[in-house]
């Protein structure tokens, strides 16, 4: 399948390392003339490596707790490449609280980066892909904590969840500007910030990766470029006309119990 993103223009959100980096990444391998970087941390060498792919690139170092951020990045988009075509959500936090265990600054923190910034990004590049027609992507990456989370996920998941809800109903309001809306509720991902939080916050040992991985159909956990690869396809032509579907991509079925 010819996955192509000729000449288009790209904003990135978390794409100093994980699934943003490595989406970054495809979307110049195929083909994007143009990424607006962005994360809390520097995108070190991103803009190299995309350079090397015959991709522009520019980087802005935001934080999206700041309401101000999601204007501030589609203004920069705009700025140095004077359009904005795609739009991929990969930014977010996570951090464990039950229903039981919520505490209300945990409770904003999340939906503020997971929800609301999403939500005022698409809303400013969907006003800009209708001022200069001819339709647009946007992909969100969502989480497979969406269908209903594990105990300790609840705000995280709940954050997703309303991101999820948002993605169909933009999809359904804006079919007929040709923009299309999709998501990616991802399951288990190798990332460095999973790392950070199995080794750092949690505790574990050196061994849990291997273990989790043995657990798994694949033996394996999913690695960023099998999100990248997927969100670089919806974000294609090839995927036309789907819009307003949330794909669920991991290694087991949603549903059926052993």
Not at 86 to 94: H, K, S
Not at 117 to 122: D, I, R, V, Y
Request: aromatic share 4%; net charge negative.
């Amino acid at each position: 399948m010819d996955v192509r993103l000729d000449g288009r223009i790209a904003i990135v959100t978390g794409a100093a390392q994980g699934i943003g980096r490595a989406i970054a990444l495809r979307l110049a391998q195929a083909g994007a003339a143009g990424i607006l970087l962005t994360d809390r941390q520097p995108c070190a060498g991103l803009m190299e490596d995309l350079a090397t792919l015959g991709t522009e690139a520019d980087a802005l170092q935001a934080d999206f707790e700041d309401d101000e951020t999601p204007g501030a990045v589609v203004s920069a988009c705009v700025t140095r490449f004077g359009r904005v075509d795609c739009l991929v959500n990969a930014a977010g936090i996570t951090d464990r609280a039950s229903v039981a265990d919520a505490d209300p600054d945990l409770f904003d923190r999340l939906f503020q980066v997971n929800t609301k910034a999403p939500l005022f990004l698409m809303r400013d590049c969907i006003r800009r892909m209708r001022e200069q027609g001819g339709g647009g992507g946007v992909v969100n990456i969502l989480t497979m904590n969406i269908h209903g989370g594990t105990p300790d996920l609840a705000l995280y998941s709940a954050s997703k969840a309303a991101l999820a809800l948002l993605t169909r109903n933009a999809a359904h309001a804006h079919r007929f500007d040709r923009i299309r809306i999709n998501g990616v509720a991802v399951g288990w991902v190798d990332t460095p910030g999973e790392r950070h939080m199995q080794l750092d916050v949690l505790g574990k040992d050196e061994a849990w990766l291997a273990a989790r991985a043995a657990e798994r159909p694949y033996r394996r956990l999913m690695a960023p470029d099998d999100v990248a690869r997927l969100a670089a396809f919806l974000l294609s032509d090839s995927a036309w006309p789907m819009t307003g579907a949330i794909l669920d991509q991991e290694q087991a079925v949603n549903g059926p119990r052993d």
